[in-house]
């Protein structure tokens, strides 16, 4: 990925406006959010930068040498339209423009704000779960782990469900089906009892909307016996989706709970109980920030879900095993979980997802993200020489397999690119303390011992600087 140099992807940009000609900020997002192919396809026939006096810098608040970024980029050969028909699919049989919806939670609360995604260019939302309890959120709500540039890895909420009345939100339903009724709208919805599910699954199921998501997994209920607390019993989760499908002619996804261990068996009674689909993931429990000096005797220490780009490799997980479970065959599976990119998009598409879903990402950086995950995805089924976006469903779940049937008996060394090292010893630390002692310096950088490497790549992972990769040889093991 190109280095953007800690551009903020500010909104109304600067560089943009002093340009004039071209959206720097545009092309600097695109490449943030891994997309150097769609910047190189969209690249004008004539950049007519490097003629002139980089009026994008200057107006950067960052003085980030914009122009030097853009020039490096190569105009990409045999460029093509994006065509946005590939991405077209289906939620149970009723057509999405596209996979991607806004998940259910603050991005997608209010009428204005869904309206603002679907001009964007989302295929959809799911509506903030609708109940029939008083909210009373707490203040303040959210705390996040953060990366290089301040970017957020993980995020921690404990906001709890729609604070609208029923009879609002299902004006909000009516409002956006009569202005949008190409867009697809999936309502959440959560009971604390049978009657509940089945007054809020006839209720909503007037209002316009295309399906029902049951929210069976947020974990920060006050209320007990809702949320997560139904999703990790499967008797459950399945006797509500029963009641809600008796309810309702709308397709129906059950909202699964990622704190439990195996979830194929939620699911599973969620099928039993007529589901047409599974979503997943929820947040995960977490804690973050521990008060450790609680002023005036307030702790705010508490645990809420977990989301954002760090739990991306559990909701993989999920889906992954979701995507193996025979008893899902033909039945929708929605993805979510750290998804920001299209190739996060396409992880989860290719392990079983028919759609995806994301909010921690649009909480960061707005709707507007929809442009790269549209473009991204679409110009690589192009290249890839797919004509649908349901063609690469499932396409390497084979390709996750278990422990037992990895090979051990052949081992990968890594590769050491001398003109790449600047000497940090950072490999060399590592492969002491936490490897196998097979790197020692010499004049300043490292050589590798082949007798000791396990070709565990600990030293691949932790070079600051890329002088280190895999290499294509595989040899057998010795021992
Ligand atoms: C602030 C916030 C509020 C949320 N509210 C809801 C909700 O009302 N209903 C629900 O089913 N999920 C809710 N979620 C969970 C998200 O829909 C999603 O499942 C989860 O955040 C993982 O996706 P992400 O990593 O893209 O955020 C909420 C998440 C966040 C961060």
Redesign the pocket.
Known sequence: MIDTYGCMLCHNASCSKACGIIEPDKILRSLYFDNEEVVRNNMPDKLLCSGCDGRCQAACPKNIDIKSIICSLERKENRKEIDYDCLKTDFCGIPMENPFML????VASTYDMCARAFEAGWGGV?F??VCLMDINEASPR?SAIKGDNNRIIG?K?I????DHSLTENISIFKELKTNYPDKFLLV?IMGRDEAEWAFLAEEISKSGADAL?L?F??PNMTEGNTGSDVGQIPELVERYTRVVKEHTNLPVIA?LTPNVTHIEESADAAIRGGADGVAA???IKSLIEVDIDPKDGIFNSSIG?Y??KA?KPI?LRFIAELGKDENLNSKHISA????ETWRDALEFIVLGADSV?????V?EYGYRIIDDLKDGLAIYLAGHGYDSVKEIKKSTLEGVVSTEQLDREHMIYPKFIRENCLGCQRCYISCLDGGHQAISIKEGKPILDPAKCVGCHLCILVCPNKAIVSSDIKVKKTN
Request: hydrophobic share 30%; aromatic share 6%; glycine share 10%.
């Open positions: 998940s259910s939670s603050v799911c903030k779960t959210f995020f909420n906001e709890q469900l729609s959440s998501e929210n997994s947020c909202k993931i929820n947040t879900g989301s954002g739990v909701a979510m979980g750290g998804i879903q994301i909010t921690t990402a909480m």
